[in-house]
């Protein structure tokens, strides 16, 4: 019998056909470290990430005014995969998120907000590869 008739055969049977699996859900996921920015403080701080594991970072601005996260010998010590962070700052205005995709360095980085008396406010922190 060709194959093409057996298979007929075992969907007019009622049959599962098992195929063998190539679907993108196998592959192994990024871990995924959510920061949030508020007045005036970065949450998790320290920030704590692998050294050459991929990772999503997302970044999320929780209060009324324009925060930014810079961190630029991070950025620049980094492999980006996925976004931007343009002279090693991302820049959220109030309620906003962005994601960067990246590979992290080893190592222990300064993290702060530029924005004017933000980190003179407590807005600053470290980035802790290991």
Avoid: W
């Amino acid at each position: 019998m060709s194959a093409l008739r057996l298979l007929s055969a075992a969907i007019l049977a009622g049959a599962t056909l098992v195929l063998p699996a190539h679907d993108v859900a196998a592959q192994p996921t990024k871990p995924t470290v959510t920061i949030t920015l508020a007045s005036h403080y970065f949450q998790p701080n320290p920030i704590y990430l692998a050294g050459g594991v991929p990772v999503h970072l997302v970044l999320q601005n929780k209060s009324g005014k324009t925060h930014d996260f810079t961190a630029p010998d991070f950025f620049r010590t980094s492999q980006i995969q996925a976004g931007s962070a343009p002279d090693g700052k991302i820049t959220l205005e109030k309620g906003r998120s962005a994601t960067i995709d990246l590979i992290p360095r080893r190592g222990t980085y300064r993290l702060h907000c530029s924005q004017p008396l933000h980190t003179m406010l407590g807005m600053a922190g470290k980035i802790v590869v290991s």
